[in-house]
């Protein structure tokens, strides 16, 4: 793969690629999604709202690269997720997107609000749960396509009660 060096977008196409990645979410097509992803990159959320948290000194709720996402994935998809039987449905909506310009990368900060559901029938569980976050993309330019080397979700509520995340944000 080539890397390019035009590194510049608008913010109408940061909102397009943003609005995609969200779509192969709500559809369930992760390993498309996982495609929009470099051999590299790494997707974290982290347990704090600290901006200069480590996730290599400190606890995260998840900080995949892409062979441990590539296996969250297979494990979803294979039945074998049992949080995740019955399937989540999601609807992510993504707003106030931001981009900038950062040495060789593109970082589009955004925020999101995703709203879960699953049909159970425990009554412990919420059938439906809202998540919101910031968050953190940072892209690169592959044989003329963009692609995340990093993404990272700041949940609200990171740091308080999350009812389950077996599901991909």
Aim: proline share 3%.
């Amino acid at each position: 793969m080539s890397v390019s060096n035009d590194v510049q977008m608008t913010r109408a196409e940061a909102e397009d690629f943003l609005f995609a990645e969200a779509m192969l979410l709500d559809q369930g097509k992760l390993q498309d999604w996982q495609q929009l992803f470099t051999d590299d990159a790494l997707y974290w959320l982290p347990y704090s709202r600290d901006p200069d948290i480590d996730p290599k000194k400190h606890v995260s709720i998840l900080y995949d690269d892409m062979e441990l996402l590539d296996e969250r994935i297979k494990r979803i998809q294979s039945g074998a997720c049992h949080a995740q039987i019955p399937g989540s449905r999601t609807l992510h909506t993504v707003n106030n997107v931001r981009v900038k310009t950062v040495a060789n990368e593109v970082v589009i900060e955004s925020y999101l609000t995703l709203h879960e559901y699953r049909s159970n029938r425990q009554d412990r569980f919420y059938p439906l749960q809202t998540l919101a976050a910031n968050c953190e993309h940072r892209l690169v330019k592959h044989d003329g396509e963009w692609k995340m080397t990093y993404k990272k979700v700041v949940l609200l509520n990171c740091d308080g009660e999350i009812y389950d995340l077996s599901f991909l944000i």
